[in-house]
Every structure is written in C-alpha cells, then in structure tokens.
C-alpha cells in the first residue's frame, strides 16, 4: 500500500524470510563462518538457535544461496511434532521418496536407496530440521540412525537443526550424548544491538529502493530498539506498520513519539485479538516494552505454526503417495524383470 508513496520497489519489511534481504550482523557472520565450516565437512549434524524471529532461517537459505544448487539435494523438514515413523515419512517426503505406508524397515531400506542414488549422481543431500526443539527423542533417534548411511566411507546425509534457545539445553541432556557427539557445528543467532538496528532498518529499505524517504528522526532508532529488543521479524512487524502510519498521515518523516504511539495502538489491537491480557492492557505500565514484547512474541509464534502447516501441506502435495502397483510377472529365476542388483551401500547401525 505504502511502496508508491514512498518510491519503493518492494515491501521492506516483509515477515516471511526472504535471503535476498539478508542482513549480516557481527552475530550472523560469525554463525555463517561456522556453518560454512560445517557444510564443508559434509557430514554430521549442525545446530543453529536463536529466539523466535531472530533470522535462523534467513541464515539457514543465505547459505544455501551461496552452494551450488546442482550440487545438493534438499530436503526442508518443517512439522517436528511427529512421532519416529512420521518423521522417516517425512524426511521420505522432502526427498520426493513415494510411500506406500511402508513400515519403518522399509521406509529406511528406501531413504538409504533414495541417498545412495543420489550421490552416485555426484549430489550431496542436506536435511534441514526446523522447529528442533520440538523433537521428540524417538525422532531424534531416527534422524541419527540415518546419519550412520555411508557409501564409500563417505556420508550420504547431512542435517541442520534448527532451534529455539531450548534446543541447547536438551542437546546437554544423557539421552541426547549420542546425538550431541555427532554435532560438528554449532550456533546461536542473537538480538541486534541498538546500531545494527539502525544498519538493519536501512538495509532492507535500500534493497527495496529507498531513497531517504521516509527519513528517520533522531531517536527513532532507539524507541523501535527498545520496542522489538533487537529482534529482526519483531522489527519487520512495528516498522511496517510505521510507514503504513506515516502513508495514511501523508508523512515523509518518522519520529521517536510516532514509533511509542503505533506501539501503543498495535498493543492495544493485540488486547482485541487476545494477544494481550488484560491485566498487561489496563496497568499504569507503558505498553511498548514488556506488553507488546508479549504480544509480538505470540504473533510470532502464532505466523511460525502458520508457515510450518503451510509448507508441510506444500510438500504433502508434492509428494503424494501413490497406489499399489499391479503384481508384476517374474521370470524363471523369481526376480522381477529388469530388476537391477540392490546397491551397494553401507550401514553402520
């Protein structure tokens, strides 16, 4: 609504995570030399955390951006709530692996074919995890068995956990240690600091063809920081709406009263829509640091479970799983015709 008021090309504060927008902190450049170490080892697990909306993802596919895609074959595991034989059907999915309702040998018999004919291609494959720490262990257990699939004393999978700041600390539980020695790379993506901010702010209106309007006063940067406590997508969120304000009060320029008054009417509309309480909505308190922090953070929450089903659906209808086949006629030696010899790969359980 408000991109030809003010001359931009694109929305610059998009929720959806968007690589093109990346923006490289000094705590997102340290994390992609980790996981850029990590990719180069082409085995193994790497774990990336951060709070909700601190740019996990955005990490996660700027790094892809940087591989060369006829080199690897990706699969995107985006429902963790699964139980262990969901999960192999999923991963079985995100591979474009056809199911027929196999039971769990025959869905790992067909993962490993699947991986093994992948890398006789000269592909890599790449499991990426989001939403890690809801994994239950039996999962966990799964996705490490599958870690073990070796051809050629080379690895055939490689995954990325990506997590809450919870998934540190099951990773430190025992029953994790076995999944936790095969961690090679580790990361945790934190908030922006009150400058980069600032830096981040102006970054993604540049990428969409700002040209100093709307112009930020003095002190605006710090009351948006001080509203979002650094967050990126929580940053996205009240900037949006603040050239959305501006547009509809045909203003050119944005100022620290402005950021605490749309702070305050979001908080309020959060109150509407239950994402407040009403104890945080009628206290003396202000409402643009600990209420809306509250707020924001259910919104949040609430978009993740959004995009997750989303893409879950995406991958069911990509993937559907086929019929029967016919039984097929064999010939006199008992095998099926055509049938080649059964790949020679190793398992290492």
């Known amino acids: 609504m408000y991109e ?34 990590g990719v180069h080892k082409a085995e193994g697990f ?44 999923m991963v079985a999915a995100g591979f474009g692996i056809v199911t027929r309702g196999e039971q769990k040998a025959d869905l790992l018999l067909g993962i490993q074919t699947h991986l093994a004919s992948i890398a006789r291609s000269g592909k890599r494959c790449l499991l990426i995890v989001d939403e890690a720490q809801n994994l239950t262990l039996g999962a966990v257990e799964e996705l490490r068995m599958l870690s073990n699939f070796q051809t050629d004393s080379k690895a055939l999978l490689q995954t990325f956990l990506v997590g809450q700041p919870e998934f540190r600390e099951h990773l430190a539980r025992p029953e994790m240690r076995q999944l936790g020695q095969r961690v090679i790379a580790s990361c945790h993506v934190g908030p922006l600091n009150l400058v980069e901010t600032g830096h981040y702010i102006e970054h993604r209106l540049s990428h969409a063809g700002w040209q100093r309007r709307p112009y930020f006063l003095a002190g605006s940067y710090e009351a948006i ?13 009240l900037c949006d709406r603040l ?77 559907p799983e086929a019929p029967q086949p016919p039984p097929e006629r064999r010939d006199s030696g008992g095998a099926p015709p055509g049938e080649g010899a059964t790949p020679q790969t190793q398992t290492h359980w």
């Open 4 to 37: 030809a008021y003010f001359g931009l090309r694109a929305n610059p504060f998009q929720l959806a995570p968007d690589p093109s927008y990346y923006f490289a902190s000094e705590q997102h450049r340290r994390a992609m030399a980790y996981l850029s170490y």
């Open 46 to 89: 790497i774990v990336v955390t951060g709070e909700i909306g601190a740019g996990k993802t955005t990490l996660v596919h700027n790094l892809l951006r940087r591989l060369d895609p006829g080199a690897l074959a990706v699969a995107n595991l985006v429902t963790t709530h699964l139980d262990a034989t969901d999960t192999l059907r």
């Open 225 to 237: 920081h001080a509203a979002t406590q650094g967050i990126p997508r929580r940053i996205n969120a």
């Open 243 to 319: 050239l959305l304000s501006a547009y509809l009060a045909e203003r050119a320029d944005i100022s620290a009263s402005q950021v605490a008054e749309v702070a305050a009417e979001y908080a309020d509309e959060m109150l509407g829509s239950g994402a407040l309480s009403d104890a945080d909505a009628f206290s003396e308190r202000p409402l643009t640091t600990t209420a809306l922090l509250a707020a924001l953070t259910r919104l949040e929450e609430g978009q993740k479970r959004l995009e997750n089903e989303l893409l879950r659906l995406a991958q069911s209808n990509r993937c």
